[in-house]
């Protein structure tokens, strides 16, 4: 019994995990219709990778620590920061966690997080799957909605509206304001979190941060 203890504990000792690690990066962006914002959602995770046993066969589940979705709106016109606001992971969500955007309806942000019960690796599709939609409102406030009718989700505008166009970069956003031209930085990872970069020679207006949490 003593021996069989004792091989135990030393089982428990090597299912180890790594320091923990910071993940960002960025899911999608909505530019708003009329061209003046832009929304950006940035899904956040802190894990620690499993090493020794624990990654044994196949390399492991790693520990989850946080998750969470970040959303940025940025005034385009002023190349300032407009909003950024937190959202913890739904505990039922936490698996396969996943936020995204769904787009622009009027002067509000609609987004949901998918995800599934269950721990980490965990089975997680079809009916499995959670959904839980929410509204940024125009006063800087995000809250559970029942989702939006017609939110409109793209990333550019013709020509005639007044060019603009947006993408996703492994550094962060960037944009173009001119047809042909190449996408310059907009937003770059500083660390955890983005930030404007200023246009060549000029900084943008400084504008106060908002950050929000709901409970």
């Known amino acids: 019994m003593k021996r069989a203890a004792l091989l135990f504990v030393a089982l428990m000792?090597?299912?180890?995990?790594?320091?923990?690690?910071?993940?960002?990066?960025?899911?999608?962006?909505a530019l708003k219709p009329d061209g003046t914002l832009l929304a950006v959602i940035v899904?956040?995770?802190?894990?620690?990778?499993?090493?020794?046993?624990?990654?044994?066969?196949?390399?492991?589940?790693?520990?989850?620590?946080?998750?969470?979705a970040d959303l940025y709106v940025v005034d385009l016109r002023s190349r300032s920061q407009r909003f950024r606001?937190?959202?913890?992971?739904?505990?039922?969500?936490?698996?396969?966690?996943?936020?995204?955007?769904?787009?622009?309806?009027?002067?509000?942000v609609h987004f949901k997080i998918t995800g599934c019960p269950g721990s980490p690796g965990s089975e997680c599709y079809g009916p499995l799957v959670r959904t839980s939609a929410y509204t940024l409102s125009a006063t800087g406030h995000i809250a559970p909605s029942a989702g939006a009718a017609s939110p409109v989700l793209a990333s550019s505008r013709d020509e005639a509206a007044g060019y603009m166009a947006a993408g996703v970069e492994p550094y962060g956003v960037s944009a173009s304001t001119r047809l042909g031209s190449p996408r310059a930085p907009l937003l770059r990872f500083v660390g955890l979190r983005l930030e404007v970069v200023p246009a060549q020679g000029l900084e943008p207006p400084r504008s106060p941060l908002a950050t929000r949490r709901l409970p």
Do not use: I
């Open 13 to 29: 000792a090597a299912c180890t995990y790594g320091p923990a690690e910071d993940h960002v990066n960025v899911q999608n962006l």
């Open 43 to 68: 899904k956040y995770e802190r894990y620690r990778q499993a090493t020794a046993l624990s990654a044994f066969p196949d390399g492991g589940v790693p520990r989850s620590l946080v998750q969470r």
């Open 85 to 108: 606001g937190e959202l913890p992971a739904p505990p039922d969500h936490r698996n396969s966690f996943s936020p995204w955007l769904l787009g622009w309806e009027g002067e509000s």
